[in-house]
């Protein structure tokens, strides 16, 4: 038995043995779906990119940042 699983529904092959048309809009679903979450991740991935990383580099360059870490305080 193969399950196939998208954000939409969960379908088993068994259930739909000798409906080719079915598999096939079923392939298609998947495939839009599995589009979809990747153009969604890599929405996600730009902005992690573009906004989040050159702050936390920012910060990572200042001595303020360091100073005030417990691990500083720790080992002085």
């Known amino acids: 038995m193969t399950t196939f699983t998208t954000r939409d529904a969960t379908v088993t092959l ?3 043995i000798g409906e080719l048309e079915r598999l096939s809009e079923l ?3 998947g495939q839009k779906a599995f ?3 990747l153009e969604y991740y890599q929405d ?3 902005y992690v990119r ?3 990383l050159p702050t936390l580099s920012q910060q ?3 001595e303020s940042f360091y100073e005030d870490s417990p691990l500083e305080e720790s080992l002085a």
């Open 14 to 16: 068994r259930d739909y």
């Open 27 to 29: 392939s298609s679903s």
């Open 35 to 37: 589009k979809e979450d």
């Open 60 to 62: 990572l360059e200042t």
């Open 50 to 52: 573009t906004i989040k």
């Open 44 to 46: 996600i991935a730009t």
